[in-house]
């Protein structure tokens, strides 16, 4: 049934191309005595049994969709009886009569079985029934017309379940062929949305870390104003302005990260939307917000930069960032050193970041998690550093204070950045 629906097309409705098929083979048949020259031997004139037969041989195909078996009988039983009544000239008769739309009644009726109906009523149809329907046409021929009234029927009724049977096998190929298409169509966008899921998680941390880094100046900016109030009005008040600046530039980011993990149709479809990304030329503007905090920071760069794949520049800006928020939060004002050394001899980047040890009595107690490399934000880290290629190594300096210390490799000379 469902084959037949894709031969005839989803534009027209089968039981309207069933309808029309009926109609006309009606037609032809009631037409049929015109065609036929008159004063042929042995043909009965046309009469209201006539006519009764000949809507039971035709109007049956309207109906075919729903009863297959019952209407390929009744064709058929229909289509005997006219001829053993002598009210159709015999398939192969003795002045030669071309086959007529009574036969082709049954070969469409046949036709249609064959391509509506499955393989085990197909295969009784042609293994049965067009057997029994040739045999019947042959004992109704003339003595000296059966083997060929046989044959002529038989060849008939085959082709037609022959082509039926083609028909139905292009229909299950090419609906085969649309159903895998659709799945890979369905397949494609579950990946893109995928990607776009994965993309915006991906942003939402790198924002993540912007934020937090600088909510964490904030709150030492914060203190140190609170600190200097008395003895020093104007630093208290220049360093007002630089939290109000940070605090700016946070709910910015704030904005972004609420832009980027909106769940509309439209933003689901823009994952490029992502704010620049920084990279090691971005860390002395880093280290000149860090010493506006009140931390102490000497930078030093040796040796002669080198170009990085753009996941490595992220992951030496994200590693020395999160090592001085690690630093303003648990170690409070002490001197750090950052060091960028590019040692293009042995193929690496040697990024560290060391402090001194506490600065500030009341700071806040460095967390012990953090020391042994377990802290979310070493995590981080040390996810980061795999990421680019590279290792990681935490832990307190054996003459007090904490180094975090991060290798990367430098791109051979033929890789593209």
Partial sequence: MKAMESVTGHRVPTAVTDTGLALLLAGGCLALPSLIPDGEPGLRAPDPRWVVLVLVLTLPLALHRR????????????????????????????????????????????????????????????????????????????????IAAFLTEAVLLVAAWALGRLTRARAAIRDQALERAAFLEREQAADARAA?????????????????????????????????????????HELHGTIEKTGRAAVTELRRLLDVLRTDEDASGEPSREPPQPTVEALPALVESVRAAGLVVDFDVKGSPVDLPAGSHLAVYRVVQEALTNTLKHAGRTRTGVTLAWETEQGRLNVRVCDDGRGDEEATPRVPAAANGGGHGLVGMRERVTAAGGSLHTGPRPGGGYCVHALFPLPLPGDAA
């Fill in 196 to 236: 776009v899921m994965e993309e915006r998680a991906r942003i939402a941390r790198e924002l993540h870390d912007i934020v937090a880094h600088n909510v964490s100046l904030m709150v030492v900016q914060t203190i140190a104003a609170d600190r200097v109030q008395d003895r020093d009005g104007a630093k208290a």
């Fill in 67 to 146: 009863f297959p078996v019952w209407v390929l009988l009744t064709t058929a039983a229909a289509a005997a009886s006219l001829q053993g009544l002598s009210y159709v000239p015999q398939l192969a008769g003795p002045e030669g009569t071309s086959i007529g739309p009574t036969y082709l009644s049954v070969a469409a009726a046949v036709f249609l079985t064959a391509v509506r109906c499955s393989a085990r009523t197909a295969t009784a149809v042609v293994a049965v029934f067009v057997p029994g329907a040739a045999l019947t046409e042959a004992l109704l021929a003339p003595a000296g017309h059966r």
